[in-house]
């Protein structure tokens, strides 16, 4: 989860983010850091990928992510849960990599008035740039989502 700070306070940001692709599959925003907002960030990610049993589920050790009912949904689904050890940031390198890259790109540069506006500049970035515009060396200079379709071509 990641702060985005703005005229009207804190806006909080939640993604699922898929490690083969580095395509995210699910996000979220609130004005409040609680279990709900990754929760909500988790339901879309279930429902845009409707998963597989055996899944493996990594996050950090925050509280939404180890509250009962998160881990007891992720578990029915048949998704396996792996965290991150204790204090251990580079346990979750690429989600910390991507919070770096969508705050610098897009958020540092600004000045929010409305957690409104951030969050509508959030969708325009994961929806409309990071996911089907931005190229990643990790995947051979290849868009997420293009990256995505030459695999199943090629399965």
């Known amino acids: 989860i990641s702060y985005i700070w703005t005229a009207e306070g804190w806006l909080y940001l939640a993604v699922v983010l898929d490690l083969f692709s580095r395509r995210v599959v699910g996000w979220a925003t609130s004005d409040r850091l609680k279990r709900d907002l990754a929760v909500e960030a988790r339901r879309r990610a279930l429902v845009a990928r409707n998963p597989a049993p055996g899944l493996v589920h990594h996050s950090d050790r925050g509280s939404q992510y180890c509250s ?3 881990q007891a949904l992720l578990r ?37 008035q ?40 090629a399965s």
């Open 114 to 153: 409305s957690r409104q506006q951030a969050e509508n500049a959030v969708a325009r970035y994961i929806d409309g740039f990071y996911n089907i515009v931005r190229r990643h060396s990790s995947l051979g200079f290849q868009r997420p989502i293009a990256f995505e379709r030459k695999v199943r071509q």
């Open 68 to 70: 009962v009912d998160y």
């Open 76 to 112: 029915r689904r048949g998704i396996l849960i792996s965290m991150s050890g204790r204090g251990n940031c580079y346990d979750n390198a690429m989600v910390e990599t991507f919070f770096k890259t969508i705050k610098s790109e897009l958020i540092w540069p600004v000045a929010w």
